[in-house]
C-alpha cells in the first residue's frame, strides 16, 4: 500500500494502526519495522504519546533535536522531555486533542544548537489505544527559516512604516486605474485633518482638491496624468485644501511604482511650501524695496570689494555723478574716481573714518569720467555678503551746499566791507558836517569881526581893507554854496545839458588866463599844450570851463612853490583826452578813488592847511561823465599828480 497517496491525517492514523492496531503481534512485527523506516525518514520527529503525555513511540530525528535517544525517552513525560515542565503548558496541543480532536499550535523551544521556532501538530489515531488509552500522532516540525523571514517582514514593515511616517511631507499611494488614494502617511493626515478611514479608498482630487473630477491643466496640471503619458517622475506646484477649505501651497512629486512594464500605483509626495513661499514673497517684496531704496536714493552708493579695493555695484544716481554706465563703474576702483593730486588727503580721511575718528569723510574730491572734479562727504560702513567683506559708501553731491557756503562768504565778506565803509561813511558824514560847517561858518566869522573892526576904525584907508576882508570872506561863502547847489544840480538827472562845438585851445587859454595870477604869486609855471588842428569837442561850455578852472586851481594850490603846471590836449582813441599835471604834493594811491566822492576830503581836520568843502572834484567827475567822457588820475606822493578826462569829437562847427 502506497500510504503517500493517503490523507495526512488518515496517513498518520495508518501507520499508527499498521504499528499499534489490533490486527495483533503477527502483523505487527511485520508492519512494524516498514513503518519505522519510514517515520525515521522524515525531516520533523515523530512522536506517538498517550492522553496522559507518555511517550510510546519517536523517530530518530528526536536524536537529532533533543540530543537524547528514542529508547531513552520510551515511556517518558513528554511535557518534562521536550520542555522540562512538570505539567503541560497552556495551550498544549495534546490537551485540546483530547477534547476537540487534532489541534495544531506554534511554539518556540531550545534545541540542543540554539532556539527555534517550531510547529507542533496532534492529530488523534481514531480507536488505536493501547492499554485502554487513546493514542495521539505528536509531530514537530522546524519551521524557524519560515519564522526568521515572517519576522524580516514584519521588521520591514514596521521600519518602513516609521520611515514613510517620519517625512514631514505628505505622502499617498494612488492607484493609477481610479485615482483612489490606498496608503498615506501621518504627514498627510495631519495635512488632510482627516483620519486614515477618511482618506484610504478616496480619490486624491477628492481628499486635497474637494472636486469630484481630477486636475486639469494649465491651472492645476495634474501630476499623475502626465506621469502616465511620459513615465518620468514629475514635479508641479498645487493649492491644496484641508476639511476645513484652508489652502496650503504644495510643491507635488509623483514617482511611477511599477508591476513588471506596467504602471500599477504611484507615490505622491506632497511638500507644504507655505512658509517658502510666503518667504520668498517676503525676500522679493524685500527685494524690491531694497532695489526701490538704492535706484531712486538721490545719494550715489558705492559697494566696494574691501580686498581688492574694486567697485562691486552702484546705484543710478552714483553713475550720473561719475557719468560712467554701470559696467564701466564695476571695472574701477577706488584710486580711479579721486584725482591724483588728492589722494594722499582722501586716503587720510578713509583711515580716520576706519579707526572710528570721523563717521563722514567730508569735502572729498571726486572725478568724473570727463576729468571734472565735484565735491562730496562720504559716509561708509563694512557689510558682509556670502562670507566676504564690502563696503558700502553713500556720496552726497555737496556742490549746491559748496556754493551756497562760497556765495555766503561772499556775501559775509561783502556784508563785512559794507560795515566797514558804513563806518567809513559815518566817519565821513562827521568830517563832511565840520568841513562844510568850517568852510561855512569861517567867511561869516571872518566877515563879522572885520565889519566890527570897520566900524570902529576911523583911518579910511584901514576900514577899506577890513571891509574888503569882509567881501572876500562873503565871496568865499558864496562859492562854497554855489559849489554844493552844483553838485546837486548836476546829480539832478532831469537836468539837460546844453552842448555846443568848443575849441579847446581857446578855452585852455581862457583858463591859462584866470589861474595865471595866483599861480604868479607863488612862482609856478603855467604851460598850455594844445595840438594845432586839434579836432572839436561838443560839451556845455561853461561846465568845460569849470571843469578846467577847477583841475587848474587844485593844480596850483596843492603844488610846490617854484612848481609847474601843464594843460595839454591831444587825441587818444577816437576822442579828445585832456590832461592838467602838475609838481605838487601827490594824493596816496589809497584814496585815489575816494577823492571823487561828494565832500571828500584827504585831510578833513579841521587845521587842514587847504580850503574847501571837498565838491570840486566829484563836480568834476559828474560834468565829465554827463557829457559822454571819462576822467583819471595817476599821482605819486611827493611829485605831483596827473588828471586826465576824455570828451567826444564833434563835426559841428564852431556858431
Known amino acids: 500500500m502506497d500510504i503517500t497517496k493517503k490523507d495526512p491525517k488518515k496517513r498518520f492514523k495508518y501507520l499508527v494502526e499498521a504499528m499499534y492496531g489490533e490486527n495483533g503481534p503477527e502483523a505487527n512485527a511485520r508492519a512494524g519495522p516498514e513503518m519505522m523506516n519510514v517515520l525515521d525518514a522524515l525531516p520533523y520527529y515523530v512522536m506517538l504519546i498517550d492522553e496522559d503525555h507518555k511517550i510510546i513511540f519517536a523517530n530518530k530525528v528526536v536524536e537529532r533535536a533533543l540530543d537524547v535517544k528514542p529508547e531513552q525517552i520510551m515511556g517518558k513525560y513528554c511535557p518534562k522531555v521536550v520542555h522540562g515542565l512538570d505539567r503541560p503548558y497552556p495551550g498544549c496541543p495534546l490537551e485540546e486533542s483530547v477534547e ?13 544548537d540554539a532556539g527555534m521556532w517550531y510547529i507542533s501538530a496532534v492529530y488523534p489515531t481514531g480507536q488505536v489505544t493501547r492499554d485502554g488509552k ?10 524557524t527559516e519560515r519564522k526568521k523571514g515572517e519576522r524580516e517582514i514584519i521588521r520591514l514593515k514596521d521600519f518602513n512604516e516609521r520611515v514613510i511616517n517620519g517625512i514631514a511631507d505628505a505622502v499617498s499611494v494612488i492607484d493609477v486605474k481610479d485615482f483612489k488614494i490606498v496608503g498615506v ?26 472636486l469630484a473630477t481630477p486636475c486639469m491643466p494649465p491651472d492645476d496640471p495634474c501630476p499623475i496624468g502626465e506621469l502616465l503619458e511620459t513615465g518620468k517622475p514629475i514635479t508641479v506646484e498645487h493649492v491644496h485644501l484641508d476639511k476645513d477649505n484652508r489652502e496650503t501651497s504644495v510643491e507635488v512629486s509623483a514617482y511611477p511604482l511599477y508591476d513588471g512594464e506596467e504602471i500599477k500605483q504611484i507615490i505622491h509626495i506632497a511638500k507644504d511650501t507655505t512658509r517658502h513661499k510666503k518667504a520668498q514673497e517676503a525676500l ?21 570689494d574691501e580686498e581688492t579695493k574694486k567697485f562691486f555695484t552702484a546705484n543710478e544716481t552714483m553713475c550720473q555723478m561719475l557719468r560712467y554706465g554701470l559696467a564701466e563703474i564695476e571695472s574701477l576702483g577706488v584710486m580711479d574716481i579721486h584725482p591724483k593730486e588728492d589722494l594722499q588727503y582722501v586716503l587720510e580721511q578713509f583711515e580716520r573714518q576706519a579707526r572710528g575718528e570721523i563717521r563722514v569723510a567730508e569735502d572729498i574730491p571726486i572725478r568724473r569720467k570727463d576729468s571734472s572734479v565735484f565735491y562730496a562727504d562720504i559716509s561708509s560702513a563694512p557689510i558682509t555678503i556670502a562670507g566676504k567683506t564690502y563696503t558700502v559708501s553713500l556720496f552726497r553731491d555737496i556742490t549746491e ?35 562844510v560847517t568850517h568852510e561855512l561858518r569861517t567867511p561869516i566869522t571872518i566877515a563879522s569881526g572885520a565889519l566890527e573892526l570897520a566900524d570902529e576904525e576911523d583911518d579910511k584907508e584901514s576900514r577899506n581893507e577890513l571891509l574888503k576882508l569882509a567881501r572876500d570872506a562873503l565871496m568865499h561863502q558864496s562859492s562854497v554854496v554855489k559849489d554844493l547847489i552844483d553838485a546837486a544840480s548836476i546829480v539832478d538827472s532831469d537836468k539837460k545839458l546844453k552842448s555846443a562845438a568848443v575849441n579847446l585851445a581857446d578855452i585852455t587859454a581862457f583858463v591859462r588866463m584866470e589861474i595865471e595870477p595866483l599861480a604868479a604869486s607863488r612862482k609856478i609855471e603855467v604851460d598850455v599844450r594844445v595840438k594845432e588842428g586839434l579836432p572839436l569837442v561838443r560839451v556845455n561850455y561853461l561846465q568845460l570851463n569849470r571843469v578846467l578852472r577847477n583841475l587848474a586851481s587844485n593844480a596850483v594850490k596843492f603844488n610846490k612853490e617854484v612848481g609847474k603846471v601843464v594843460i595839454e590836449a591831444h587825441e587818444k582813441d577816437g576822442m579828445v583826452e585832456i590832461c592838467v599835471e602838475d609838481t605838487g604834493i601827490g594824493i596816496p594811491e589809497n584814496q585815489l578813488e575816494k577823492i571823487f566822492e561828494p565832500l571828500y576830503q584827504i585831510d578833513a581836520s579841521s587845521t587842514r592847511p587847504y580850503g574847501g568843502t571837498g565838491m570840486g572834484l566829484a563836480i568834476v567827475k559828474d560834468i565829465v561823465e554827463a557829457n559822454g ?15 586826465c578826462f576824455t570828451l567826444p569829437i564833434t563835426k559841428s562847427v564852431l556858431i
Open 134 to 143: 487513546k493514542i495521539f500522532f505528536h509531530t514537530t516540525r522546524n519551521i
Open 629 to 643: 567822457g571819462k576822467i583819471s588820475v595817476k599821482s605819486n606822493v611827493g611829485e605831483g599828480s596827473k588828471f
Open 284 to 304: 522679493t517684496e524685500s527685494e524690491q524695496l531694497f532695489k526701490g531704496i538704492f535706484e531712486n536714493v538721490t545719494d550715489g552708493i558705492l559697494l566696494t
Open 185 to 210: 502617511n501621518r504627514a498627510f493626515l495631519d495635512i488632510c485633518g482627516l483620519s486614515e478611514e477618511e482618506v484610504i479608498g478616496k480619490t486624491c482630487h477628492e481628499i486635497t482638491h474637494h
Open 100 to 112: 476537540k480532536g487534532g489541534r495544531s499550535v506554534e511554539r518556540e523551544f531550545f534545541d540542543k
Open 401 to 435: 551746499r559748496k556754493n551756497a557756503e562760497e556765495e555766503l562768504n561772499d556775501a559775509y565778506e561783502k556784508l563785512k566791507r559794507a560795515h566797514e565803509d558804513l563806518r567809513s561813511l559815518d566817519k565821513l558824514k562827521s568830517d563832511i558836517i565840520a568841513n
